[in-house]
């Protein structure tokens, strides 16, 4: 191939203007449940513009819409580029609308200038990544990445007290021009463009972050039984206190689990305290764990760091501990080639890079379980992000499509005709 060809910059920031329209909020955020009137709305723009340019229209069983620019041999497994449309209440313009609409930006560069790629190139707009409405999240890609929709689905009640089924009926409804096709694969690879939603990009100057893989979650359930008892006769050795035990546990896995390794993250969200008096000793005090690492190995680990340490500190306070997984997802490794290519194309353009793991869950996390998937972020001010004060730099919104643009050339292998 001769050469990359450039973005067209404006295009993009003018298609995030008129999206960040759709369910824009008064303090300049967006509000844009999934499967909600403002998500059919942004669905509907999408598929205008796409049909505008002769792109292929399909949905699937969960909504996930793509836009499909055929290949010179269209027998061959799309290329997936793309990410989600759907916002927290008081999301911000750019979490998932950016990836979306690069996806779109790249499908019209490669209109524009008349190139001809191997396989075809799809933009996907994934149904539901936020959860915010619908739990859980990333349940459109979720059931691409099993080849089925969840057990029980349509009767999943949203914030709102709408039904998943109605809602979901009704947006494959809106968009009957879009075809039918069937959930998951095959597919080429898969390339989402996103915003970090951290500070680290920022901070160290870097316009790029080439993402080698989304850190795991494990949710834990620490339960600490004691005794309730009288909080004015009763002296300290006669005490099973649940709380003191809960306290201890919680003060030393902050003090020792984040300062030993800086891949860890581990947060404590949640405090139940039973009976829950002024004057009473808690009988019972459960207590959630957030685990997060990039090693799946490592979370085991602590995992079972966290189980021996409560069973210590309960036992030495008279009490028992016990701990429940409520959640667990594993980590994502992206794609080595794919991750070099997106390192590749931010070296060509002379953007600073600096390669990371993601701290939030995405869509590719299991489009990875499917195929090759790697991510492109871009950094966002102060790592501001669910909340309507998220920004994005022009300059970097274009250097993050120009890359997924360059990296999606080099990864279908493309023919140049100019
Ligand atoms: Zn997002």
Redesign the pocket.
């Known amino acids: 191939m001769t050469g990359f060809p450039a973005i067209d910059g404006r295009r993009l920031l003018a298609r995030l203007d008129a999206f960040a329209a759709i369910g824009a909020t008064p303090a300049g955020g967006v509000n844009r449940p999934a499967l909600s009137e403002a998500d059919r709305a942004a669905r509907a723009l999408l598929a205008d513009l796409g049909a505008a340019r002769g792109f292929s229209l399909f949905q699937d069983a969960a909504a996930n819409l793509f836009l499909r620019r055929a290949g010179a041999d269209d027998r061959r497994p799309p290329f997936l580029i793309g990410?989600?449309l759907d916002s927290q209440p008081t999301g911000g313009r750019f979490?998932?609308a950016l990836g979306t609409l690069a996806a779109l930006e790249v499908l019209e560069t490669l209109e524009d200038r008349g190139i001809v790629t191997a396989g075809p190139v799809e933009l996907v707009a994934w149904t539901n990544?936020?959860g915010s409405r619908f739990a859980p999240g990333a349940f459109g890609s979720q059931s691409a990445a099993a080849g089925a929709l969840p057990a029980g689905w349509p009767e999943t009640v949203g914030s709102d007290g709408a039904r998943l089924g109605d809602e979901l009926a009704a947006t494959l409804a809106a968009l009957p021009q879009a075809a039918m096709r069937p959930l998951g694969g095959p597919f080429a690879g898969y390339l989402e463009l996103?915003i970090e939603q951290g500070p680290l990009l920022e901070r160290e100057g870097a316009l790029i972050g080439v993402v080698e893989g989304i850190q795991g979650t494990r949710w834990l359930e620490v339960a600490i039984e004691g005794q309730v008892a009288h909080a004015g006769t009763t002296p300290l050795a006669d005490r099973r206190d649940a709380m003191a035990a809960a306290a201890a546990v919680i003060t030393r896995l902050q003090t020792t689990v984040m300062p030993a390794d800086a891949d860890a993250r581990l947060t404590v969200g949640r405090l139940t305290i039973a009976p829950g008096a002024v004057n009473v000793i808690p009988g019972e005090v459960a207590f959630s764990i957030d685990l997060r690492h990039p090693s799946g190995a490592e979370i085991d680990r602590l995992e079972a760091e966290i189980t021996a340490l409560a069973a210590r500190i309960a036992a030495a306070g008279g009490c028992r501990a016990s701990v429940r997984r409520s959640m667990d997802v594993a980590p994502a490794r992206f794609d080595r080639r794919l991750v070099g290519i997106v390192e590749g194309a931010a070296e060509r353009r002379g953007f600073a890079s600096r390669r990371l793991f993601s701290g939030a869950f995405?869509d590719a996390l299991f489009m990875a379980r499917l195929g090759p998937a790697a991510m492109v972020f871009v950094p966002c001010r102060a790592g501001l992000s669910h909340n309507e004060a998220e920004y994005v730099e022009p300059h970097q919104a274009i250097a993050g499509a120009q890359v997924l643009c360059d990296a999606t050339l080099e990864a279908v292998a493309a023919s140049v005709a100019a």
Do not use: I, K
């Open positions: 990410s989600h979490d998932g990544e936020e996103h995405h």
